[in-house]
């Protein structure tokens, strides 16, 4: 006779896709049963909704009562092809927008409402009923990329590689050629003066060398913008393997860059910015001279390869600006929804049909929050500090997993 107590196999709710919100003081969840939303620090349940159903997107507006809903999973709450504006205070819908395809990516401000559709951005005035103010055409983005700012708005561009930045006053259009692939990730600075963009693959280097007896460069990089004048201030490069990128962070005071990717790890920068003397009194915009504010070129911590960097010819990764420190962060399983042991399939209504991995908040100037969805969906809290030696580092000092198994 088996007395054996059975074992609960409950899987419990899973967590389709996971964003903070603009100052990072909270992150809202989309479950396959609902959404909830969470204080940052310290990470605490701040409301939960049942729906008995999925959503794939949930964005906050700040801390204020209203969240944009997308439907998704394997019961959607609603139809992937509708944005909710849910007032949670009332606890009701009171604006929809519909759309002929599937959404990707909703973005709020206090005045606008921006929709990432695969190939266009759809922008509204935020008021009731909303007001259609623009619609843009774009290359594929089923990431649904889009950063909105106070001043601009950043998007892919409608050819391979390249950025679209909107003025949400005057409505001019700049192009930025940023990459020779497909873009992965995009972010803008909180001030708006700087734009980060990462591609796909690494084909633009490739193609740099492929007339060349040099060994093509390896990596991936991480490109830096003026939003003033769309010059290209800077390159950053992740390492010498070639990773995909899962989120990109810019600190409050616009002077640190994070990187996370599939590698598992967190890699922190020294951000150049255009309004700075370091910037502005660089003799070389780009190179390292012009990422540090200390020190002269022959004193770089970031440069890896010291001397080899300042042969001439030698691949360019060799003078490449790297991460000051990096740090390891949990990527845990997705979500399947055929269940547990059952082959992946991609999430409806998800964008990129995965659950989200490694999303950067910034804190304050030192403290990075990676945040991840999927069944296992974690919280960690990271620390940027100096030694005693006084070089910089990167370390874990909390975790959670915030769906409490």
Known sequence: MNTRQAIDESPGPISLSVAFNQDSSCFSVGLDSGFCVFNTEPCELKASRDFNAGIAIAEMLGRANYIALVGG??????????????????????????????????????????????????????????????????????????????????????????????????????????????????ELSPDGQVLATASETVSEALALYQHSSLMPVQGTLIRIFATSNCARIAELRRGVDQATIYSIGISPDNTLLAVTSDKSTLHIFDLPHPLRDDYNNSPQMGTASSIHSIGSIDETPNQKWGILGKIPLLPRFFSDVYSFTSARFETVDDPSIGGVGAPYVPIPGVPGGKAAKGIIGWLNEYTIMVIGAGRDGRWERFIVGTADDGRRHCVRNGWKRYLGR
Not at 126 to 145: H, R
Not at 154 to 174: C, K, M, W, Y
């Open 73 to 186: 999973g394997k019961q959607p709450k609603f139809p992937q092809n509708k944005v909710i504006i849910w007032d949670d205070a009332k606890q009701k819908a009171v604006i929809t927008l519909e759309f002929r395809t599937q959404v990707h990516r909703v973005r709020l401000s206090r005045s606008r409402i921006v929709v990432a559709l695969q190939n266009s951005i759809h922008m509204y005035a935020f008021s009731s009923p909303p007001e259609k103010l623009s619609v843009f055409e774009t290359a594929d983005n089923l990431s649904g990329l889009c950063c909105l700012g106070t001043k601009v708005v950043a998007f892919p561009g409608n050819a391979t590689g390249r950025v679209q930045l909107v003025e949400i006053d005057t409505g001019n259009v700049s192009i930025i050629p940023a990459h020779g692939s497909p873009l992965r990730a995009m």
